[in-house]
Each structure stands twice: as structure tokens, then as C-alpha cells.
């Protein structure tokens, strides 16, 4: 497995979760990295991404404010920090590794984890 997410699980609205993808890769501080979001019934979404060495980070406009992401090149991983949940932020999270040039469109990346639930309640 090159990718394994964690962190998911069921939170109150206004709740905070911090997600983790820990990389197998050896190469993973020279790749970019990104989250997405798959909602039943719903396209997978892009949520936030990051630049390899973690300078430039960019974020759907309904997470702006509210969710961070980073990384840790020493440890594999790469965080996403989710402050103030809404239950429209229940979905599937997954996290991947950028292969092409977009970061917005799971078009723009090669390499995907398993993904982790969040279930935020009303």
C-alpha cells in the first residue's frame, strides 16, 4: 500500500478531525500531495492540496477558513486539520499523489489511498 489514510471518524457539527496519509513512497517529499472528498450519490471532490516541499497549498472554496493541510517530509505523512465540521462535510476522504499538472481535478492525480469515513452530525 503506498497510501494509508487515517483520522476519520463521527464528530458533532462544529467539531474539529485531523486526517493523516502516511506515504510508503520513497519518493514522497518530492511529490505533491491532495485531498479529496466522495459524498454518496456525489462526484469526488477536490478539498485541499500541497506543493512537495509544503510552500504552496490550495483549497476548495467551501473549506477555505476552515480546513488546513500540511506536511511532514521526515515522517511520509501529509495532514489535513478539519476545524468547525458541518454535517455537508460527510463523505469519504482520500488522499493522493499528484501526477500531472492540476490540482483541482482528480484528473491531476496517479496514485490514490483507501480512503477514511467522516460523518459529521447535525
Known amino acids: 500500500v503506498q497510501l494509508q489514510a487515517s483520522g476519520g471518524g463521527l464528530v458533532q457539527s462544529g467539531g474539529s478531525l485531523r486526517l493523516s496519509c502516511t506515504a510508503s513512497?520513497?519518493?514522497?517529499?518530492?511529490?505533491?500531495m491532495g485531498w479529496f472528498r466522495q459524498a454518496p450519490g456525489k462526484e469526488r471532490e477536490f478539498v485541499a492540496g500541497?506543493?512537495?516541499?509544503?510552500?504552496?497549498?490550495y483549497y476548495a472554496d467551501s473549506v477555505k477558513g476552515r480546513f488546513t493541510i500540511s506536511r511532514d517530509n521526515a515522517k511520509n505523512t501529509v495532514y489535513l486539520q478539519m476545524n468547525s465540521l458541518k454535517p455537508e462535510d460527510t463523505a469519504v476522504y482520500y488522499c493522493?499523489?499528484?501526477?500531472?499538472?492540476?490540482?483541482?481535478?482528480?484528473?491531476?492525480?496517479?496514485?490514490w489511498g483507501q480512503g477514511t469515513q467522516v460523518t459529521v452530525s447535525s
Open positions: 493522493a499523489r499528484k501526477g500531472r499538472p492540476d490540482y483541482y481535478s482528480s484528473y491531476g492525480y496517479d496514485i
Open positions: 500541497i506543493r512537495w516541499g509544503g510552500s504552496n497549498t
Open positions: 513512497r520513497p519518493t514522497f517529499s518530492s511529490d505533491s
